[in-house]
């Protein structure tokens, strides 16, 4: 697009008349020609143009694709500043009318937008609306590469409600939702910490096999229960068995091989443990 041409195109985004732009600066005439590239305008010209259009002189100079980082910066201040106070519809209005179009930034921040508004009209009961919304916040997820799973679990919870308020499961894929969870918000650490995994299924298997060693504790199975706590130290080398985990071990099974009689390796592990412990304070 010429500069004639990008002028011509912000004054209508404005409704502006020619006349209006023209001002008292320049004549409504020489800025017909200016904007079918009949008349090539000087720079004091040009940024005349540009403040009575609101745009940065640049932006009328800008490559061919390079417009948008110059409407981002006049908006994103005034888009941030409705998000700050929670006016997610507003934001979305604002960003639709004068932007429309993203880069990673700005798609979560609208992702995030029109999740907020979508559970604002659910919790109204408005469910097309919701329907509308979410569907929206899904669409705007995919254009960032920032983490959007806290979006997609919620979106994956509540599209099936306001789509199908009559008979949601129909609608709910648990497993998918599951798996936006976990990723989300750290499913297997919540379940594994507080012990509240009854038909819970981890992805970490170390951790349900923990929380199965320590159940056969409880009940007195103390060699069942070091038999399981020892074949997890056997693959500490394994990833999946964090530092916090093996060292939770390491106190269990001294514990386990002091109820069965064996103060020396009690100790052994014990002295792992503190080890571990003085490690993670250094």
Do not use: W
């Not at 912000?10 to 409704?15: D, G, N, T, V």
């Not at 599951?178 to 038909?199: F, K, N, P, Q, S």
């Not at 056969?216 to 038999?227: G, N």
């Amino acid at each position: 697009m010429e500069l004639g041409e990008r002028i011509r195109a912000r004054r209508r985004e404005l409704h502006m008349t020619q006349a209006e732009l023209a001002g008292d600066q320049i004549t409504r005439n020489m800025l017909s020609q200016i904007e079918k590239g009949k008349a090539t305008p000087s720079l004091p010209t040009v940024t005349y143009l540009a403040e009575r259009l609101g745009m940065p002189v640049g932006y009328f100079f800008c490559e061919e694709g390079e417009e948008f980082f110059f409407r981002k910066q006049l908006y994103f201040s005034r888009l941030s500043a409705l998000y700050r106070v929670g006016s997610y519809a507003d934001c979305l209005s604002l960003f639709e009318k004068e932007l429309g179009e993203c880069d990673d930034e700005l798609g979560l921040m609208m992702a995030h937008a029109a999740f907020e508004c979508g559970k604002t009209a659910f919790r109204n009961g408005a469910m097309t609306t919701a329907t509308a919304y979410f569907s929206g916040a899904l669409v705007y997820a995919d254009e960032t590469v920032y983490p959007t799973d806290h979006i997609r679990a919620g979106v994956a919870l509540l599209l099936p409600i306001a789509s199908n308020v009559q008979a949601p499961l129909l609608e709910f894929n648990h497993p998918a939702y599951v798996d936006r969870m976990r990723r989300a918000v750290c499913l297997d650490e919540y379940h594994y910490l507080t012990g509240e995994a009854e038909g819970y299924v981890f992805e970490n298997p170390h951790y349900a096999t923990h929380l199965a060693a320590r159940a056969k504790m409880k009940t007195d199975h103390f060699p069942e229960a070091l038999s399981m706590l020892t074949g997890i130290e056997e693959q500490k080398g394994d990833e999946a068995i964090t530092a916090f985990l093996l060292f939770r071990v390491y106190g269990d099974m001294e514990i386990c091989h002091r109820e069965n009689g064996n103060y020396e390796e009690a100790y052994r592990y014990s002295t792992k443990r503190m080890s571990m412990l003085a490690a993670f304070r250094s």
